[in-house]
């Protein structure tokens, strides 16, 4: 084993990656930067200071783009050159921060997971702003891997869940959650609308929101709880009252199944040709999944 060259950060390095075809070494650190060197000479060959430290990375051979998100819960689109790069945008979607990146490259859509428990699709190639969430996990996510031949996204999360996305299905995107003063379904006035309160001498109430149709409402009028699992929900989710009426069996149909790993993962690692995933554990124990059973 012979060295070759050393490449450095001024604090800790949380991500690295080699792209072979370009002979590029990508990695960032603590200390705010994302720097992509030469592997042959060891040159820094660029270097892009982030708002937060990064804790994901992934690349695209074909467009040269870096995506790269961040403690903040921001993703970055770096279009990078041989000595320099370009920001192409930026987008956030998550409350915590970014935890995993999974790009893939044929369907061209990027999976962010985060430690908001949650997993945001981004549908880069489509060229239209559509994001869906999906919300299966307990904890903080901290793995993601997409099946392409099956169309199927893995996840790992610090709960010991392995969760299996069908990504095969039409996903609706989440509504925007609507601000009123008072109730969208009765009119009851919520507790900071003064005015209407003593307008018609009746006690505020709290404001809650239906995620499927986003109106803000009362509890009353959403008192009762359903899966959307085509809006990412496989759990139970607050809805109001009519939104609970229209959902039918069919759209309550389960769009992942759900695996018990019986340790907190930190770490996973898919092998697509024979299916089998690695996860490393809190526990300091590595276990192999043949996954072949459930991604098919």
Known sequence: MNFVCAYSHQGGVTVVLFVLEMEWVLSTGQDKSFTWHCSESGQQLGTYRTTAWVSGLQFDVETRHAFVGDHSGQVTILKLEQ??????????????NVTALCWDPVQRVLFSGSSDHSIIMWDIGGRKGTAFELQGHNDKVQGLCYASHTRQLISCGSDGGIVIWNMDVTRQETPEWLDSDS????????????????DSKKIGLRQHHC??????????????????????????????????????DEERAPTATFHDSKHSIIHMQYEPTRGWLLTSGTDKIIKLWDMTPVVS
């Open 83 to 96: 000595d320099n790069c370009s920001l192409v945008t930026t987008f956030k979607g998550h409350t915590g």
């Open 211 to 248: 995620r499927k149709c986003g109106q803000a409402v009362c509890g009353k009028c959403s008192s009762k709880r359903s899966t959307i699992p085509l809006m990412g929900f496989e759990f139970e989710v607050r809805v109001c009252d009519s939104c609970h009426d229209s959902i039918t």
């Open 183 to 198: 109730c969208q379904k009765c009119e009851q006035p919520f507790f900071w609308n003064f005015k209407q309160m003593w």
